[in-house]
Antibody, heavy 117, light 108 residues
Framework: EVQLVQSGAEVKKPGESLKISCKAS????????IDWVRQMPGKGLEWMGS????????RYSPSFQGQVTISADRSSGTAYLQWSSLQASDTAMYYC??????????WGHGTLVTVSS | EIVLTQSPGTLSLSPGETATLSCRAS???????LAWYRQKPGQAPRLLIY???SRATGIPDRFSGSGSGTDFTLTISRLEPEDFAVYYC?????????FGQGTKVEIK
């Protein structure tokens, strides 16, 4: 059974760093892209970027380029999304999703990130 | 960059009725790259339709997708309580994933 299990909710202060995770199981981790999607409170879905764990090829939306870093650890089957300096505007739910061809067939349950002073 | 525009923003219907949701692309896209998702409150999105008209695993035949070029439609027949949710269309291209802004189907 394919599963994407995300790390738990986080509460951070502005300026702090953060790394959230998405652990994959039930399939070959290195054979599919993993994407990250942001959903701000009460808003729609925004594509942030992708990583192909097989060779660590990474792509970013222009809106998020330079703001976040996407990485993956093949040994643990885990993808990561990290920030070096959070802002209040980063408050959102973040989903990881497996990309099959050109659609997302499996999603993580989401990680809620709250940034507040 | 392709922009997806969904309409209407909100659809008010009763259980048992049919919902017709539209997704318009700012330029022609391959129908093989168009997908639809349902997001219930407090849950992650779930894939409903891929390749503009193929139902995902476990999705009942009440859901159907159609369209080509710039105009795509999701039709939900015989609305059931779990269908009252937000629906997103999505297209994947050279710029990565793009989502429409969503259509909320609410109980009338």
């Amino acid at each position: 059974e394919v599963q994407l299990v995300q790390s738990g909710a986080e509460v951070k202060k502005p300026g702090e760093s953060l790394k959230i995770s998405c652990k994959a199981s039930g399939y070959s981790f290195t054979s599919y892209w993993i994407d990250w999607v942001r959903q701000m409170p009460g808003k729609g879905l925004e594509w942030m970027g992708s990583i192909y764990p097989g060779d660590s090829d990474t792509r970013y939306s222009p809106s998020f380029q330079g703001q976040v870093t996407i990485s993956a650890d093949r040994s643990s089957g885990t993808a990561y999304l990290q920030w070096s300096s959070l802002q209040a505007s980063d408050t959102a739910m973040y989903y990881c999703a497996r990309l099959t061809f050109v659609y997302y067939d499996f999603w993580g349950h989401g990680t809620l990130v709250t940034v507040s002073s | 960059e392709i922009v997806l525009t969904q309409s209407p923003g909100t659809l008010s219907l009763s259980p048992g009725e049919t919902a017709t949701l539209s997704c318009r692309a700012s330029q022609s896209v391959s129908s093989s790259t168009l997908a639809w998702y349902r997001q219930k409150p407090g849950q992650a999105p779930r894939l409903l339709i891929y390749g503009s008209s193929s139902r995902a695993t476990g999705i009942p035949d009440r859901f159907s997708g159609s369209g080509s070029g710039t105009d795509f439609t999701l039709t939900i027949s015989r609305l059931e309580p779990e269908d009252f949710a937000v629906y997103y269309c999505q297209q994947y291209g050279s710029s990565g994933g793009t989502f429409g802004q969503g259509t909320k189907v609410e109980i009338k």
